[in-house]
């Protein structure tokens, strides 16, 4: 699954700051919303924090190996997200009625995971704008048009 790389910027940039199981938590802590948006972008080096730029590099091959790609996007509309779910069971060779897809949908995005904040696509650019949108474009702004997305 693959996310538009803007919205993993704040995710993680989010995350970082409030789950004492990363790494990265105990610098992140000490910075502003700014710098930790700065840093997911950049990265942090001395603390093996990877830059975005990095991190898409890394998963870029699951792009191109054959294996069935599915957007995060995808599973914000109920009616897409049986659509997607379809998919993916037809990929893995389990045959899904509409009813299982039906339940299946309900559960598949969750507050209760440590991971979820809000949920919402596109909500980047209320977080990275001007300068640090600019430092985006330049550590990763060749990826978006690699894992399917626009500037």
């Given at each position: 699954m693959v996310r538009d790389p803007r919205d993993i910027v704040v995710s993680r940039a989010f995350y970082v700051?409030?789950?004492?199981k990363h790494p990265y938590h105990w610098h992140a802590r000490q910075l502003s919303l700014d710098e930790r948006l700065r840093k997911a972008v950049v990265g942090d080096a001395t603390a093996c924090y990877p830059s975005i730029g990095e991190t898409l590099e890394r998963f870029a091959g699951w792009l191109s190996c054959g294996a069935l790609v599915l957007r995060y996007e995808e599973f914000q509309d109920a009616h897409q997200r049986r659509r997607t779910l379809a998919r993916l069971y037809e990929y893995v060779g389990v045959e899904a009625?509409?009813?299982?897809?039906?339940?299946?949908?309900?559960?598949?995005?969750?507050?209760?995971?440590?991971?979820?904040r809000s949920g919402r696509s596109g909500d980047w650019a209320r977080y990275l704008r001007g300068e640090l949108y600019e430092a985006f474009l330049e550590v990763a702004g060749s990826w978006l048009e690699t894992y399917g997305y626009r500037l």
């Amino acid at each position: 699954m693959v996310r538009d790389p803007r919205d993993i910027v704040v995710s993680r940039a989010f995350y970082v700051a409030t789950s004492r199981k990363h790494p990265y938590h105990w610098h992140a802590r000490q910075l502003s919303l700014d710098e930790r948006l700065r840093k997911a972008v950049v990265g942090d080096a001395t603390a093996c924090y990877p830059s975005i730029g990095e991190t898409l590099e890394r998963f870029a091959g699951w792009l191109s190996c054959g294996a069935l790609v599915l957007r995060y996007e995808e599973f914000q509309d109920a009616h897409q997200r049986r659509r997607t779910l379809a998919r993916l069971y037809e990929y893995v060779g389990v045959e899904a009625d509409e009813l299982f897809l039906q339940k299946v949908s309900e559960r598949v995005l969750s507050d209760a995971s440590p991971t979820f904040r809000s949920g919402r696509s596109g909500d980047w650019a209320r977080y990275l704008r001007g300068e640090l949108y600019e430092a985006f474009l330049e550590v990763a702004g060749s990826w978006l048009e690699t894992y399917g997305y626009r500037l």
